[in-house]
Structures are given as structure tokens and as C-alpha cells.
């Protein structure tokens, strides 16, 4: 294997190899250079691996995979002063302008001109070496380990989704889809004051962690109507005329659908899952009920330093979610575990030092 900086690379769908590329160099004087320690698998990088492709974004040349990442300081430029060699860090993956409209509203999450790892035709981190600007590194205290650092990325994606649906003290809250991001959806959501939380999926597995983990309630879902499957739901939590709050993490359209007959008046509805482009969606209980309806993508201003701080004040844990880790050589085992759903949170070794 490679000894300058080894990079786990895909060459086209299906196709993957590891290749010896040069370390990064620091294009800024406020660019460090971070040896990178472990990396979360998210379901962005298993469809490219698959399909070499989600939407618009296309691989078209060989891609360097992964963005769950943290690790270790190695160098830094001459005019970083936040962080310093040494320093174990969570690695924020994507780089906005800084100067459009939407970064200046810091919602750069938003931003045309992201450069995000590991999404064509940005290399991701998969590799012993990674570089960035300083203040897309967070400081992990001691008391956390770069193990749970590389779970901050989709812990991120979990608070984002949470402050988009402006989750308050006391609420109710609906969570589709018991996956890592609906996991950590629950988490949040506990961490805010939620009362009530229901997780829902259709593996029973799932549930049950997500019941020890943080859902107050869990309903399995079956094959029914989204109005029925909306009042079992209801009934099974004791929901009253309904959730405060509904967040789809499953991208399944009957799960979307449910998720707005299961919401009170007035309600509000958070998009978070990925799944078909077009569906068939309930828009006359949406119009009728005057829910709030929103979208969410990503991070942004805040949203990876709020996660780092829910982890260091224990009120949020990570720990339990990583199910298993492999060697750097053997990442595309880990694929493969993470495509057949085994676990919940697969994590890829950093390159070892003789590698």
C-alpha cells in the first residue's frame, strides 16, 4: 500500500481502488492539514459507490470517497490561530464561498458554490491526509474520543434538521425513519425539552434501540393508508389532535405522506430523508392544517459547534451508534456492511503509519 498519502478512490460505479496521491497542500495561510483517524460511512457515499451518481451530481472522474471524518493537526498556515498541531478535531467537509448572499445570511449550507467532500467532483476524505480552512475544525475536548469526533458530521445534519423544525420544551415530536440521522434526530430533540418522541420504521431492530437510545414511544409501520397509519401513530403515542413537530429521515413516500396527516393544526413538517424525486403528497391536509413545511440540507453557521458542545455536555451521546470499525484496508468491506444494513454507524480506520 501507498506511503505518502493513501486514498481510498472510486473509478466509476461499482469500482473502487486504493491509490497513493500527494498530501494536500495548504492553498491558504488559513488552511491546517489534518491526518485523518476515522470516518463515518453515511448512505451519499454507498449510492455513489453504487450508482455513481445522486441527481445532478455525477462522478465523471476518479473520486476520493467519505465526509463523516476527524483527526489529528499535522501542519498549519501562517496565520491560523484557533487551532494548532496536536489538535484532535471534528472536520466540518464543505467549504462555502463566503461571499454570495446566502453565506453573508450564514446559511452557506446554501451556497452555489459549495465545495463538499466527496460529492463530484470534490475529493472526500477517505485518505491519511485532508486539508482545510481552520475554522471548519472543531476542538474535541478530552472527554470526547476521534471516534465519536467523525459521528459529528451527521450529529450536525440531526441538530440542523431540529433547529429548522424550531423544536421547543414540551413538544411532541414525530421522527420517520430509525436510521443514524433519525437516531440522532430523537437525540436532539430529547436534548431540546421534547416530551413526547416517536420514532417510526418498518425494522423492529431498530426501534427497540431507538426506544433504549432516545424515542419516549415507537410504532412499527405497517401497510395502510397514510391517514390510518397517521392515526395509529396518534393513538399509540397518545398524540391528542396531533404532533407538534414531524420529521421524515426516511425519504419513503408513504412515510412523508404520514408525516402530515400525523401533525396537529398549525404543525410543522421537516424534510430530511432523500428518496424519489416526485411524489404523490397530501396537499390539501397540508393547506387545510396551515403547516409549517420546510426542507433541510446539510449544516450551517453553528450547526457542527452545537453538535460538538450536546456531546461534550453528555446531552447528547454518539458512542452508542458506532456498531463497528474496520482497518483502512478493508473499507470496502465496510461499504458492504453499511449497504447491508448491519449496525448502524460503520467507521473506517485512519491509515495506519506502516501503511
Known amino acids: 500500500m501507498g506511503q505518502e498519502n493513501l486514498s481510498f478512490v472510486l473509478e466509476k460505479a461499482g469500482s473502487v481502488k486504493y491509490e497513493d496521491r500527494p498530501v494536500p497542500t495548504l492553498e491558504s495561510p488559513y488552511d491546517v492539514?489534518?491526518?485523518?483517524?476515522?470516518?463515518?460511512?453515511?448512505?451519499?457515499?454507498?449510492?455513489?459507490?453504487?450508482?455513481?451518481?445522486?441527481?445532478?451530481?455525477?462522478?465523471?472522474?476518479?473520486?476520493?470517497?467519505?465526509?463523516?471524518?476527524?483527526?489529528?493537526?499535522?501542519?498549519?498556515?501562517?496565520?491560523?490561530?484557533?487551532?494548532?498541531?496536536?489538535?484532535?478535531?471534528?472536520?466540518?467537509?464543505?467549504?462555502?464561498?463566503?461571499?454570495?448572499?446566502?453565506?453573508?445570511?450564514?446559511?452557506?449550507?446554501?451556497?452555489?458554490?459549495?465545495?463538499?467532500?466527496a460529492t463530484p467532483p470534490i475529493d472526500g476524505t477517505l485518505a491519511k491526509y485532508y486539508?482545510?480552512?481552520?475554522?471548519?475544525c472543531y476542538v474535541l475536548p478530552e472527554s470526547v474520543s476521534l471516534e465519536e469526533g467523525a459521528v459529528m458530521e451527521p450529529l450536525a445534519v440531526g441538530v440542523h434538521i431540529t433547529r429548522q423544525a424550531d423544536i421547543k420544551p414540551g413538544q411532541s415530536v414525530v421522527v420517520f425513519g430509525a436510521g443514524p440521522v433519525g437516531l440522532l434526530c430523537c437525540a436532539v430533540a430529547k436534548a431540546y425539552g421534547a416530551d413526547k418522541i416517536v420514532a417510526v420504521d418498518i425494522n423492529e431492530e431498530r426501534l427497540k434501540f431507538a426506544k433504549r437510545y432516545a424515542a419516549t414511544h415507537t410504532v412499527v409501520s405497517q401497510r395502510e393508508s397514510a391517514e390510518d397509519s397517521a392515526a395509529r401513530i396518534t393513538n399509540d403515542a397518545d398524540l391528542g389532535l396531533g404532533a407538534?413537530?414531524?420529521?421524515?429521515?426516511?425519504?419513503?413516500?408513504?412515510?412523508?405522506?404520514?408525516?402530515?396527516?400525523?401533525?396537529?393544526?398549525?404543525?410543522?413538517?421537516?424534510?430530511?430523508?432523500?428518496?424519489?424525486?416526485?411524489?404523490?403528497?397530501?396537499?390539501?391536509?397540508?393547506?387545510?392544517?396551515?403547516?409549517?413545511?420546510?426542507?433541510?440540507?446539510?449544516?450551517n453557521s453553528g450547526d457542527y459547534a452545537t453538535a460538538v458542545a450536546l456531546v461534550t455536555s453528555g446531552r447528547v451521546s454518539v458512542k452508542e451508534l458506532i456498531t463497528g470499525k474496520f482497518k483502512f484496508k478493508d473499507a470496502e468491506s465496510a461499504f458492504n456492511d453499511t449497504k447491508a444494513a448491519k449496525g448502524i454507524k460503520i467507521l473506517i480506520e485512519g491509515v495506519e503509519d506502516d501503511a
Open 33 to 117: 492539514l489534518v491526518n485523518v483517524r476515522f470516518t463515518g460511512i453515511c448512505g451519499s457515499d454507498v449510492h455513489y459507490w453504487q450508482h455513481g451518481s445522486i441527481g445532478s451530481f455525477i462522478l465523471k472522474a476518479p473520486m476520493v470517497l467519505g465526509h463523516e471524518s476527524s483527526g489529528v493537526i499535522t501542519a498549519v498556515g501562517d496565520k491560523v490561530s484557533t487551532v494548532k498541531v496536536g489538535d484532535r478535531v471534528a472536520m466540518e467537509p464543505g467549504i462555502p464561498c463566503r461571499r454570495c448572499v446566502r453565506c453573508k445570511e450564514g446559511k452557506y449550507n446554501l451556497c452555489v458554490d459549495m465545495r463538499f467532500a
Open 131 to 136: 486539508s482545510l480552512p481552520e475554522d471548519f
Open 244 to 299: 407538534d413537530v414531524a420529521i421524515d429521515a426516511s425519504g419513503a413516500e408513504p412515510c412523508i405522506q404520514a408525516g402530515i396527516h400525523v401533525l396537529r393544526t398549525g404543525g410543522t413538517y421537516v424534510q430530511a430523508g432523500m428518496g424519489k424525486s416526485d411524489i404523490t403528497f397530501p396537499i390539501g391536509a397540508m393547506g387545510a392544517k396551515e403547516l409549517n413545511v420546510k426542507g433541510s440540507f446539510r449544516y
